[in-house]
């Protein structure tokens, strides 16, 4: 009878310290930019990271780099292609009580090579800010306004 408690605690030690590993994992970044596409391969994209072009919905590792994208098509059946980029996004700005872990393993797949960062008590890491581009819309209306050239009288 005593073994029940015994093995409830072990149990909950395990699902503790694997809850553990999930918040020390970072985060990852998504962004979507247009698929480079080869013209003798039209609606595949090109994984310029493999050398090879890569069917719409399928995903690749970005090897040597920390990544994975997926080639996704575009929502208004243009025919245009997206690659959506994960990735461990920005490094944290320089923190001389912050260091790299020892946990960092870099030829891990993706999200697992992403570089983990062990901190003294009350430090914590501060990322860049990523400027954001505007929507391609308001780049269209932009261009538009030129076009209304002045007539001469």
Known sequence: MKLVPILLLVAAIVFAAEEKKEEE????FRRLIPADVLRDFPGMCFASTRCATIEPTKSWDLTPFCGR???????????RLFELVEDCGPLPKA???CKLS???????????????FECEEGAKLEYPEIPTLPPPTEI??????????????
């Open 25 to 28: 994992r970072p985060k990852t």
């Open 69 to 79: 994208s997926t080639c996704v098509p575009a929502d208004d059946n243009s025919g």
């Open 95 to 97: 923190n001389p009580k």
């Open 102 to 116: 020892d946990k960092t393993n870099k030829t891990a797949s993706f999200p697992d090579c992403c570089p983990i």
């Open 140 to 153: 269209v209306e932009t261009e538009k306004t030129p076009e209304e050239a002045p007539t001469k009288a």
